[in-house]
C-alpha cells in the first residue's frame, strides 16, 4: 500500500508565478490535510478537505491560495501570484474516512516550495 | 488557546542517554496528543499517541507521560541511539472527527556517541 505521495517533491517559481502542489492520498483514504511548515517553525494548518468539499479551510490565506480534492484525482493546492513568503515546505496528509474516534493523519515527504 | 507550547527547541544527549521532551496546552478540548518524529527531507511520521484518560503509555524505547491538570505532557525516548536524532513535535487535538492538529514548533534532537 503506497504512502501519501505529493508532488513535485521540489518547485521553484519567480514572484507573481503560480505554484500548483498535488496529494495524492493513501489508497482508501478519502480525509486530506495541508499543512506549511516554515524553517524552524511547527506544521501550521491550512485547509480540510474531503471528496469534492472543503471541511476546514480557517487556516488558509485570504488571497491568493485555494485547495481543492476532485471526485477523481489528487488533492491540489494553488497559490497564486507567488511572493518570497510562500518559500516553505508544503506537506499533505491523509486519513481514512472516520469510523468513530480518531484516525491517524499520514503524512507525505512534502513539496519544498522556493520562490524567487 | 490554540497553541501548544514545546522545549526545548534543540537538544544533544549522549547515547544510551534519556531524551526528554515537553509539551503544554491551554485548550481543555484537547484530548489526543500524538508525537511525530521527522527526518531531514522526509514528511513527519507518527511515532505514539496518547489520551488523558492513562498517565503514561509505552512502546519500546518511547513513553509518553500525561498530566492533566497541569495540561502538559512529554516524550521520553530511553537509551537514546544515533538514529534517534530528528525532529520531533508534539501535536494535540480533539479526539473525535478528524479534526486538524495543533503542531508544537519542534525539537531538534541530536544523539551522539
Known amino acids: 500500500n503506497a504512502g501519501v505521495m505529493q508532488n513535485p517533491r521540489h518547485l521553484v517559481r519567480r514572484r507573481g508565478q503560480e505554484a500548483r502542489l498535488r496529494c495524492s492520498p493513501m489508497?482508501?483514504?478519502?480525509?486530506v490535510y495541508w499543512y506549511r511548515q516554515l524553517p524552524e517553525e511547527g506544521l501550521k494548518f491550512m485547509v480540510y478537505?474531503?471528496?469534492?468539499?472543503?471541511?476546514?479551510e480557517s487556516g488558509m490565506p485570504k488571497e491568493r491560495f485555494s485547495a481543492e480534492f476532485p471526485k477523481e484525482g489528487p488533492s491540489i493546492l494553488r497559490i497564486q501570484q507567488v511572493v518570497r513568503g510562500d518559500s516553505a515546505a508544503y506537506f499533505c496528509?491523509?486519513?481514512?474516512?472516520?469510523?468513530?474516534?480518531?484516525?491517524?493523519?499520514?503524512f507525505g515527504p512534502g513539496t519544498r516550495l522556493l520562490v524567487l | 488557546q490554540q497553541q501548544v507550547k514545546q522545549s526545548p527547541q534543540s537538544l544533544i544527549v549522549q547515547k544510551g542517554g534519556i531524551s526528554i521532551i515537553n509539551c503544554a496546552y491551554e485548550?481543555?478540548?484537547?484530548?489526543?496528543f500524538p508525537w511525530y518524529q521527522q527526518f531531514p527531507g522526509k514528511g513527519p511520521a507518527l511515532l505514539i499517541a496518547?489520551?488523558?484518560?492513562?498517565s503514561e503509555k509505552k512502546e519500546g524505547r518511547f513513553t509518553i507521560s500525561f498530566n492533566k491538570s497541569a495540561k502538559q505532557f512529554s516524550l521520553h525516548i530511553m537509551d537514546s541511539q544515533p538514529g534517534d536524532s530528528a525532529t520531533y513535535f508534539c501535536?494535540?487535538?480533539?479526539?473525535?472527527?478528524?479534526?486538524?492538529?495543533?503542531f508544537g514548533k519542534g525539537t531538534r534532537l541530536s544523539v551522539i556517541a
Open positions: 478537505l474531503q471528496k469534492e468539499n472543503i471541511i476546514d
Open positions: 501535536a494535540a487535538s480533539p479526539y473525535s472527527g478528524n479534526t486538524p492538529l495543533v
Open positions: 496528509a491523509s486519513s481514512p474516512r472516520l469510523a468513530g474516534g480518531r484516525e491517524t493523519q499520514y
Open positions: 485548550n481543555t478540548a484537547f484530548d489526543y
Open positions: 489508497k482508501g483514504h478519502s480525509h
Open positions: 496518547i489520551r488523558p484518560d492513562v
